[in-house]
Each structure stands twice: as C-alpha cells, then as structure tokens.
C-alpha cells in the first residue's frame, strides 16, 4: 500500500499564492506518477496537474495553465504544486493521488 498526506491547503486572497506537499510512503517502488486533483462543494473531483516520477513530463488543467506548477523531489518522495494568481473558482478540496491511491485531502479557500 501507499499512503499519501497533503499539507500546505489554507485561506488566502484572491491573487495570493500556496503550496501544496503531498508526501508519499509506503510500496512506492512501483510509482509511475502522481497527480492533483480538486473537488469543490457540490461540483464532480476534477483534474488539477500530474508529473511521471521519473521523467518529470507534467501536465495541466486548461484552468489552471500558466498560474500552477507542479514539481517533485525524489528523494523526499514528495510532489508540490505552486499555485500562484489564486482565484475564488480555485476553492476546493485538493487530492493527491497515484495509482488507487489517494490522500486525504487539503482545504484550499480563496476570498474575493
């Protein structure tokens, strides 16, 4: 099994900046790659960014090109995502996840 633990979610201003860690432990052996995703209330858990382990090829919503990056450290077995320019229709509940695997979720609040 691979667990999975988020931090760095939190409340800030429309146009401020987080980060979110997402750090990995556990059979992370077989780890491809890692992904964000976002659930805000009442709507479906969307796709945010992914970057393969090894490579480090990423990709990302067409919602969120350009304002968030995502990165990771090996050796910590820890992915990141930078989220700059923050708007409120970036509130959500943000989820890592690999494989079947997912954390249990950060709050990410945006205040106009």
């Known amino acids: 099994q691979v667990q999975l633990v988020e931090s760095g979610g939190g409340l800030v201003q429309a146009g401020g900046s987080l980060r979110l860690s997402c750090a990995a432990s556990?059979?992370?052996?077989?780890?491809?790659?890692m992904a964000w995703f976002r659930q805000a209330p009442g709507k479906e858990r969307e796709f945010v960014a992914s970057?393969?382990?090894?490579?480090?090829?990423?990709s990302y919503a067409d919602s969120v090109k350009g304002r968030f990056t995502i990165s990771r450290d090996n050796a910590k077995m820890t992915v990141y995502l930078q989220m700059n320019s923050l708007k409120p229709e970036d509130t959500a509940v943000y989820y890592c996840?690999?494989?079947?695997?997912w954390g249990q979720g950060t709050q990410v609040t945006v205040s106009s």
């Open positions: 556990g059979r992370t052996n077989n780890i491809y790659a």
């Open positions: 970057i393969t382990w090894s490579g480090g090829s990423t």
């Open positions: 996840k690999t494989r079947s695997y």
